[in-house]
């Protein structure tokens, strides 16, 4: 596949209704509907397909489910690579898994390191143990989910990727992080980071989303509106990332310690 210098991105952000996959395919195709530019990649928010809940033996789905069917089938008829999180039953376990899905059909797996033991999701959930670099169109990507932004050292950019993407449902409760901590991440990576939360409501909290794209400077390309089910669309510049790096390499400064 040939490079895509200015790359499409696309953050799709909306109310989750719980446990309805049907609802939320409905809403997210509404949605798609609307759009009147070509996307290289869209990305959806954490567990898009039922919302963030500790019931995945009432929820969870199989990888020919009927989430991850749409999500293949979407991908396809919009000739566009897909980024979304699904509540997954495999081999018995549960998890919270990212999927990268390919305009043929294809995808990729991550599933989220990082479990959210406040609320429980380690007592329900398994941990993924590996992270997943795609690449993509020229660009090296890695898709993390949700908690995962809390911790730095998971996602150091030891790999050379240049775009991070962080599919979440982050309730307003703890808003500053969302805020703030997007912005480090890109920063202290000198990369991309592309950021989808949800809107909405549930019996855990509200959700404004507020979901963005910024650069390596921290700067905000492009962000959501608070509290309504939107479109986002934002453009993004590989040879002015490489460029950026080359007058700034930061990264060649950084500590030599990796994560096990």
């Known amino acids: ?9 696309l953050l799709v952000q909306h109310d989750v209704v719980l446990g309805d996959i049907d609802a939320n395919i409905g809403k997210i195709d509404s949605l798609l509907s609307t759009k009147t530019r070509k996307a290289d990649i869209i990305i959806l928010t954490e567990m898009f397909s039922t919302g963030f809940t500790m019931k995945p033996e009432l929820f969870a789905e199989s990888v020919n489910g009927k989430a991850v069917t749409w999500l293949r089938r979407k991908a396809n008829e919009l000739d566009s690579a897909i980024i979304a999180s699904v509540m997954i039953e495999d081999s018995g376990k549960y998890y919270n898994r990212a999927f ?8 990729d797996c991550y599933d989220k390191h990082h479990l959210f033991s406040y609320g429980g999701e380690d007592k329900k959930f398994t941990a993924g143990k590996s992270l997943l670099i795609v690449e993509y169109s020229g660009w090296k990507i890695c898709p993390l989910v949700c908690y995962d932004l809390r911790f730095p050292v998971w996602s150091r950019n030891v790999h050379n ?12 409760a703890r808003q500053k992080v969302w805020s703030i901590l997007p912005v480090a991440r890109a920063m202290e990576n000198q990369c991309y ?4 939360n949800r809107t909405g409501s549930d019996k855990t909290g509200n959700y ?6 910024i650069n390596q400077f921290g700067e905000t390309l492009a962000q959501s509106l608070p509290d309504v089910e939107c479109l986002t669309f ?6 002015k990332l490489f460029a950026e790096r080359a007058e700034f390499p930061f990264l060649n400064d950084s500590d030599a310690f990796y994560m096990e």
């Open 1 to 9: 596949m040939p490079t895509v210098d200015n790359l499409k991105i």
């Open 161 to 172: 990727y240049d775009l991070l993407v962080y599919i979440a449902s982050w309730p307003n």
């Open 100 to 107: 990268f899905v390919y305009p043929d059909g294809r995808y």
């Open 193 to 196: 980071v592309a950021t989808a």
């Open 208 to 213: 404004s989303g507020e979901s963005k794209v």
């Open 234 to 239: 934002c453009e993004i510049s590989l040879s």
